[in-house]
């Protein structure tokens, strides 16, 4: 891990811990979880909420008043709210998908999940969608839960991260593996 991501998650992992634990507290996991999935999907959809998070351009202060902005239109959990307002006042806002990917972590674990990064060629179907997560419920043996991206440089196939375990059925990588062979031989 490059230092630049290490240090972002040990950023994410304090805040994180520190929201999860408030929510656990007052048993609002449920919402925080729902507010978590609201603010990841804003983030994937919006170019200018990204551009926000890590602008350095930005003060602080404009940091916070368009975060606060976001928390108030998504509805965000108070303790989510307060959390990334808190890492807009101290510029820490470039971790924030850090602290999603934590935050997703900790519920998940909290309610015998496991994340599953997919990375796909196109956008799966609901029923792609079931079936790959019907597939991986089986052979991990806990339920198992699906945050799909879409990557058109894959061209076809699958790329899925299941904690430390990857599974790459890409064209891509399929076509850059057979690359290397021919210019072994070559």
């Known amino acids: 891990m490059s230092e630049p991501a290490s240090i972002s998650s040990g950023i994410a992992e304090r805040y994180a811990t520190a929201i999860f634990e408030i929510a656990q507290e007052s048993k609002r996991l449920p919402k925080l979880e729902s507010s978590v999935d609201a603010l990841a999907e804003a983030l994937n959809v919006s170019s200018d909420l990204r551009s926000v998070i890590s ?18 239109h998504l509805k965000l959990t108070p303790s989510l709210s307060r959390g990334i307002s808190l890492m807009a006042k101290k510029r820490r806002l470039f971790a924030l998908p850090q602290l999603i990917a934590q935050l997703r972590a900790m ?30 419920t089986d052979n991990i043996g806990k339920d198992v839960k699906i945050n799909a991206t879409v ?36």
């Open 107 to 136: 519920i998940g674990e909290e309610k015998g999940e496991v994340q599953a990064e997919v990375t796909s060629a196109k956008a799966l179907t609901k029923a792609q969608a079931d079936q790959l997560t019907k597939t991986l």
């Open 55 to 72: 602008s350095p351009v930005l003060s602080r202060d404009e940091q916070g008043k368009a975060i606060t902005a976001i928390a108030e």
């Open 151 to 186: 990557d058109e440089s894959l061209v076809g196939g699958l790329i899925v991260k299941v904690g430390s375990k990857m599974i790459d059925t890409s064209i891509r990588s399929k076509l850059a593996s057979l690359q290397s062979s021919m210019k072994e031989v070559g």
